[in-house]
């Protein structure tokens, strides 16, 4: 008899409920970050795995086999234990103030060490007196021993310059050395104890120090690639002003000399006075002509320049972009539109989900130029797609043309744009077979 239609309703919607919760934790945690926040994300989990791996491994599961069943050896084991994942739990709360540390985000002071150490000092010496009074196996107690000098390696090697790490290091492991030559007196337990040191002194610049290092010049390459894109936008802008200023510059200057003198003329009740307002007018509409020019240059776009821009930007991003078909010899604006459709696809894909692949297609078919933008990584949700702002910029610039623009999911996880946009009848067709894409390729791969 199964259970009740009640029963398996509340199972069902409580397992819902936790894959909405995952669901919304990836949209919120995950895909809304950079890159760079991800990695240190991943580099933040990893450390914190790792601390309970060992613990787990090296602490928990060989004490809990090897310890004599005695009362004392018991308690102590217990103990351990105890203390063994409050260093993990204390360990894991500073794994990302360690990391923002090395960054030099923020500044870790030095107080908030001082649990994390004085457990240490409990972890390393519960396992020698284990060891002494004969309740543990000592190679048991040994691993137990590599488990809290990892457990704290991990976070001193992201604190403290490497040097300092090595120096400091090395002066616990003699200590400790020293005092398992005293506890036990035999030489291969000393020797044992020397290697988990020189293990856990490895392992912890392998893997917090490397991984911070390498999480550092991932942030510089961003804060870089930021800079370089103030940069560009200052650049433009600056070239923009000069070429207004080159424009309407002589032009004001010209009109503000021949007002001044129709207002002179004037007041004096000459004729010419009309004559100079004549040429002010003739004036100010060159200047409207010739600022309408330079701003129809602005918002004018190259096909093949913008292909191989988004084929450029994408690559660099890591999303592995395919560009085919033919690019040369369409009328000017339809290569512009279908440019600003390129530019507009490549920051969507850049901006929403998590594409590894997108595939770039330009043919001219029955009269027709046809540019299709397809890639992956798109999120399962409703939001994925909807349009935007920027669509509706393309759709009206299409429709100037008598075009049309479709923009919708594909197949599962994938989205497609696509752009269709008339031929004048004067235009001369072109192939869109695999010549055609041989050009395109060689023109849009930068």
Request: charged share 20%; with cysteine.
């Amino acid at each position: 008899m199964g259970p009740a239609p009640g029963v398996v309703a509340e199972r069902t919607d409580w397992r819902g409920a936790v894959l909405d919760g995952i669901r919304r934790w990836q949209r919120r945690e995950w895909r809304e970050r950079s890159k760079a926040e991800r990695v240190q994300l991943h580099s933040v989990i990893t450390l914190c795995a790792a601390e309970w791996v060992f613990m787990l491994t090296w602490l928990v599961l060989p004490v809990a086999a090897g310890v004599r069943h005695r009362p004392l050896p018991l308690a102590l084991a217990g103990l351990l234990v105890v203390v063994g994942v409050l260093q993990c739990v204390a360990a894991n709360r500073l794994v990302r103030p360690s990391f923002e540390h090395y960054l030099g985000h923020v500044r870790l002071p030095g107080r908030a060490l001082a649990a994390p150490f004085g457990l240490l000092v409990a972890a390393v010496a519960l396992p020698l007196v284990l060891s002494s009074v004969g309740a543990l196996a000592p190679w048991t107690a040994r691993l137990a021993l590599g488990a809290a000098l990892v457990s704290f390696g991990l976070l001193y090697a992201m604190i403290v310059s490497v040097p300092v790490f090595l120096r400091r290091s090395a002066a616990v492991g003699l200590v400790l050395m020293a005092a398992d030559a005293l506890a036990v007196r035999s030489a291969p337990d000393v020797l044992m104890v020397g290697l988990l040191v020189a293990f856990s002194i490895g392992f912890s610049l392998l893997a917090a120090r490397c991984g911070a290092w390498t999480l550092s010049v991932l942030w510089e390459a961003e804060r870089a690639r930021e800079t370089e894109a103030r940069l560009a936008v200052a650049e433009e802008r600056l070239r923009f002003g000069r070429d207004l200023h080159d424009v309407l510059g002589r032009n004001l200057a010209v009109i503000a000399l021949k007002a001044e003198l129709a207002v002179q003329l004037g007041r004096r009740g000459r004729p010419e006075a009309v004559d100079q307002m004549i040429e002010v007018q003739r004036l100010a509409q060159e200047s409207q002509r010739e600022v309408r020019a330079v701003v129809r240059g602005y918002r004018e776009a190259d096909l093949g320049a913008e292909l191989a821009g988004a084929q450029g930007v994408l690559a660099a991003a890591g999303i592995d972009c395919t560009v085919t078909g033919s690019a040369p010899g369409l009328p000017a604006p339809v290569q512009s539109a279908l440019g600003w459709v390129v530019r507009e696809a490549a920051t969507n894909v850049l901006r929403h989900g998590d594409p590894r692949q997108c595939l770039i297609s330009l043919r001219v078919t029955g009269g027709r130029a046809e540019l299709t933008v397809e890639n992956d990584g798109v999120p399962d949700t409703p939001a994925a797609g909807r349009p935007g702002s920027g669509l509706a910029g393309l759709r009206e610039r299409l429709a100037d043309l008598d075009g049309l623009l479709r923009a919708g999911p594909a197949d599962p996880g994938r989205f497609r744009l696509t752009a269709e946009v008339p031929l004048p009848s004067d235009t001369p067709p072109r192939p869109s077979g695999p010549a055609a894409e041989d050009t395109t390729l060689s023109e849009a791969t930068p």
